[in-house]
């Protein structure tokens, strides 16, 4: 998180200087907070198992559980899903 606020704020200052709002980033040299990592946990059986189940009586809109099973019976990211086209799928 800290990573990708340091991302966000570096963002802010570059776009205030493309638009002469700061003649330069005070951002520019600050390295960032944490050491970037590799994201390797995956969930097990029964942890999908019960995330499953729990979907079934989660209080959201039926939708919403839909879109959650699809992105997991899929195994893609949230973003792929959402800008898919109707044509993606068979």
Do not use: C
Not at 51 to 66: T, V
Not at 75 to 84: L, T
């Amino acid at each position: 998180m800290a990573n990708r606020t340091h991302s966000v704020v570096k963002k802010l200052f570059k776009f205030a200087v493309i638009r002469d709002i700061l003649d330069s980033s005070p951002y520019a040299f600050i390295p960032l907070p944490a050491e970037p990592g590799e994201k390797d946990r995956a969930l097990e059986d029964a942890e999908i198992k019960l995330f499953w189940k729990g979907l079934n009586d989660a209080d959201m809109e039926p939708l919403h559980r839909l879109g959650l099973k699809l992105l997991l019976v899929t195994a893609q990211r949230r973003s792929e899903v959402i800008k898919a086209e109707w044509q993606e799928f068979d």
